[in-house]
Structures are given as structure tokens and as C-alpha cells.
């Protein structure tokens, strides 16, 4: 079955600086691949995601690029803020899955004032 | 629009006691997913239910189960509650059958089993 494997597990950056998450997965079949973001106290949330027939996609101060033929998709978030603080997952989803989307481990993103 | 709710949000029991915990979606959410989420761990999925049927069932043993009624609200239960199931309990809700549906997060049920 599909696994996804998310690095790094903490990143540390100084505000206004860029980070960059990064996750593998297992099987090329899988074409969807989210990214959530969960703030202390809350439940996750969506912030962008890609499908498998596009390489990259940007909204605003993020963005995910995505490499079918190594398999691994990534995070971009520039000019960091306080308020990007947050551990953030990835996921991927296979079209004969039944809709289920297998989740990476997530990393803390903390921003350094 | 309400988001997608989650009560109680703490609760504290015993080993060996039962829970039972609730999600209520998005109105017009069919879609309930139920996942476990402890620290190092990520998010582990537990089930998912639509349209009352289980769809989807993660790697969890037999004591944890759950239901979805007709008004698409969920419940979650787990009977003989072990140390290691202290977690906080995650439901998510979808508006349809399409699999590129975005997922709605509760709060949570922060469980403290003692």
C-alpha cells in the first residue's frame, strides 16, 4: 500500500526566511496530494494542494512542487511569520482508495523572531 | 456555516472504562472520518463513515468502533480503555463522494485515560 514519508520532523527558521518541507511517497499511482496545516489547539487545515497533472502550484506565500518520476512532493513557504508556527502535514491519495488519504508524520514549523 | 463539532472536548476516564465520543459535520457533509492523533505519532486514521455505511477502517484493534446516524452525525467508542489510548480524537467531515473533496477538522476530544 501507499506510504508517505515526511521530513524534517522539527524545522526551525528566523522570521522572514523560507522553509521547506518535504515528502516521499511509495506508490505512482497515487495523483493527489494536500497539504494541512494545524495550529495549536485546532483541528488541521487545507492550505493547498496538487494534483498529479501539475508541477508546481502557488498561492501567495506558499507553494508545492511536485516531481512524479522521484516521487516526493514539497512545501514552500517564504518570508516566514509568526503566525506560520504550526505542524503541517502532507498526504497523498490513490484513485482506487476509496477516498482514503494517507497521511505523513508531519513537522513542526517553528519561527524564530 | 457551523463548523464541524466535537464533544465533549476533555475527558478524563479510568483503564478499563468505555467512551463514547461525538461529530457532528458540516451541514451537507456526508463524510466523517475519525483519526487518533499523540504526540510523534501524526495522524493516525481510524475509520470512516458515509452515508452510515464504514467505508474505510484503519489498523486499530476491535475496541474502537463507530457509527454514523442519518443525520450523518458520528459517534466513536472505545470499550476497555487502555493507557496508551490517551490521544486527542479528530473528526473530519466531507461534503461529497469525490475524492478531492477537502477535509473539515474538529477541535477535538482530548481523552486522558488514567
Known amino acids: 500500500g501507499e506510504n508517505v514519508e515526511q521530513h524534517p520532523s522539527t524545522l526551525s527558521v528566523q522570521e522572514g526566511d523560507s522553509a521547506v518541507i518535504k515528502c516521499t511517497y511509495s506508490d505512482s499511482a497515487s495523483n493527489y496530494f494536500p497539504w494541512y496545516k494545524q495550529e495549536l489547539g485546532k483541528g488541521p487545515q487545507l492550505i493547498i494542494d496538487i494534483r498529479s497533472n501539475v508541477g508546481e502550484k502557488k498561492d501567495q506565500r506558499i507553494a508545492v512542487t511536485l516531481n512524479k518520476t522521484a516521487k516526493h512532493f514539497s512545501l514552500h513557504i517564504t518570508e516566514t511569520q509568526p503566525e506560520d508556527s504550526a505542524v503541517y502535514f502532507c498526504?497523498?491519495?490513490?484513485?482506487?482508495?476509496?477516498?482514503?488519504?494517507?497521511w505523513g508524520a508531519g513537522t513542526k514549523l517553528i519561527i524564530k523572531p | 456555516k457551523a463548523g464541524v463539532t466535537q464533544t465533549p472536548r476533555y475527558l478524563i476516564k479510568t483503564r478499563g472504562q468505555q467512551v463514547t465520543l461525538s461529530c457532528s459535520p458540516i451541514s451537507g457533509h456526508r463524510s466523517v472520518s475519525w483519526y487518533q492523533q499523540t504526540p510523534g505519532q501524526g495522524l493516525q486514521f481510524l475509520f470512516e463513515y458515509f452515508s452510515e455505511t464504514q467505508r474505510n477502517k484503519g489498523n486499530f484493534p476491535g475496541r474502537f468502533s463507530g457509527r454514523q446516524f442519518s443525520n450523518s452525525r458520528s459517534e466513536m467508542n472505545v470499550s476497555t480503555l487502555e493507557l496508551g489510548d490517551s490521544a486527542l480524537y479528530l473528526c473530519?467531515?466531507?461534503?461529497?463522494?469525490?475524492?478531492?473533496?477537502?477535509?473539515?477538522f474538529g477541535p477535538g476530544t482530548r481523552l486522558t485515560v488514567l
Open positions: 473530519a467531515s466531507r461534503s461529497s463522494d469525490f475524492s478531492y473533496n477537502e477535509q473539515f
Open positions: 498526504a497523498a491519495l490513490r484513485p482506487d482508495s476509496n477516498y482514503q488519504l494517507i
